[in-house]
């Protein structure tokens, strides 16, 4: 059966200070927050057979390409600031790796994090797919000590006019804040995640929509906008409504970061019952 929500991009080992690792990658937390909020997920990713922690990703169907390594992240947090390595990067991931019978999907996230999707793979999918993209990996690089900075994404015109939504955060903009304009010229709709702020959506000949966040105390950042941009995606296909689509996503990640690791993301039923606390 076709997956209804399908990621695509690489999954990772996130390095813990304890010298373990988690699993982590917008296929991961974008994943597993659709599984929870009802929906049937496909992944599409490159790595390893030995990545950690599989059974997190229980019901969701993984097409995986094959791959030496599992790109492997260290993250480190300070006064709520992430400074990132690379430590290992798994292998590209192609346009003909995505299954046929998926190409008809209700939603695509694109997800990747080390550059590792070519930017044909916007033209994958059928014309009734909801394309969204999430491009932090096309807005990094890192140094020979592996430290990740952001860049300029130089690929993003041949990628924005064929999509149907950008998500994306402040921090993935670093120091190339200027380019958001041209984003927003190219993409026929984008939401920027404000961290406490909310986010604010952008549509052409349109004013900015600020939607504020839910009050929430964090105890684990990590997949924040991942989580998002699930629940973004699921109810704007649902509604066709920005500000209902931005209003459950950003009930979403509130509850996604108020608990600890991927396997807490929150259900439908926990969503539903935090915009109904807070509704008018």
Do not use: C
């Given at each position: 059966?076709?997956?209804?929500?399908?990621?695509?991009?690489?999954?990772?080992?996130?390095?813990?200070?304890?010298?373990?690792?988690?699993?982590g990658?917008?296929?991961?937390?974008?994943?597993?927050?659709?599984?929870?909020?009802?929906?049937?997920?496909?992944i599409?990713?490159?790595?390893?057979?030995?990545?950690?922690?599989?059974?997190?990703?229980?019901?969701?169907?993984?097409?995986?390409?094959?791959?030496?390594?599992?790109?492997?992240?260290?993250?480190?947090?300070?006064?709520?600031?992430?400074?990132?390595?690379?430590?290992?990067?798994?292998?590209?991931?192609?346009?003909?790796?995505?299954?046929?019978?998926w190409?008809?999907?209700?939603?695509?996230?694109?997800?990747?994090?080390?550059?590792?999707?070519?930017?044909?793979?916007?033209?994958?999918?059928?014309?009734?797919?909801?394309?969204?993209?999430?491009?932090?990996?096309?807005?990094?690089?890192?140094?020979?000590?592996?430290?990740?900075?952001?860049?300029?994404?130089?690929?993003?015109?041949?990628?924005?006019?064929h999509?149907?939504?950008?998500?994306?955060?402040?921090?993935?903009?670093?120091?190339?804040?200027?380019?958001?304009s041209?984003?927003?010229?190219?993409?026929?709709?984008?939401?920027?995640?404000?961290?406490?702020?909310?986010?604010?959506?952008?549509?052409?000949?349109?004013?900015?929509?600020?939607?504020?966040?839910?009050?929430?105390?964090?105890?684990?950042?990590?997949?924040?906008?991942?989580?998002?941009?699930?629940?973004?995606?699921?109810?704007?296909?649902?509604?066709?409504?920005?500000?209902?689509?931005?209003?459950?996503?950003?009930?979403?990640?509130?509850?996604?970061?108020?608990?600890y690791?991927?396997?807490?993301?929150?259900?439908?039923?926990?969503?539903?019952?935090?915009?109904?606390?807070?509704?008018?």
């Amino acid at each position: 059966m076709t997956p209804d929500f399908i990621v695509v991009g690489h999954l990772t080992r996130d390095e813990q200070l304890a010298g373990n690792h988690t699993l982590g990658g917008a296929v991961t937390f974008a994943g597993i927050a659709a599984r929870n909020l009802g929906y049937r997920v496909g992944i599409v990713t490159s790595a390893a057979d030995d990545f950690p922690e599989p059974e997190l990703l229980r019901d969701i169907e993984i097409v995986r390409v094959p791959s030496p390594t599992t790109t492997t992240f260290r993250n480190l947090y300070s006064q709520g600031k992430r400074k990132q390595f690379v430590r290992d990067v798994a292998q590209p991931i192609r346009a003909r790796e995505i299954p046929n019978e998926w190409r008809a999907a209700k939603i695509v996230l694109l997800g990747p994090l080390a550059g590792e999707l070519e930017s044909e793979m916007v033209h994958a999918f059928s014309e009734q797919t909801l394309v969204a993209v999430s491009p932090q990996g096309w807005m990094r690089q890192w140094d020979e000590t592996g430290r990740v900075k952001t860049r300029a994404w130089v690929e993003a015109a041949e990628i924005l006019p064929h999509i149907d939504a950008l998500i994306l955060s402040e921090e993935d903009l670093g120091g190339y804040t200027e380019r958001l304009s041209l984003y927003i010229a190219l993409a026929p709709l984008v939401a920027v995640t404000r961290e406490r702020e909310g986010a604010t959506i952008y549509r052409k000949r349109e004013r900015p929509l600020d939607v504020p966040a839910f009050p929430t105390e964090v105890v684990d950042p990590t997949g924040a906008g991942d989580s998002f941009a699930a629940g973004f995606l699921i109810r704007l296909y649902e509604t066709n409504d920005v500000l209902q689509a931005a209003r459950f996503a950003n009930a979403t990640a509130s509850l996604a970061i108020s608990s600890y690791g991927a396997e807490t993301m929150p259900t439908r039923a926990q969503v539903e019952a935090l915009l109904a606390k807070y509704s008018d």
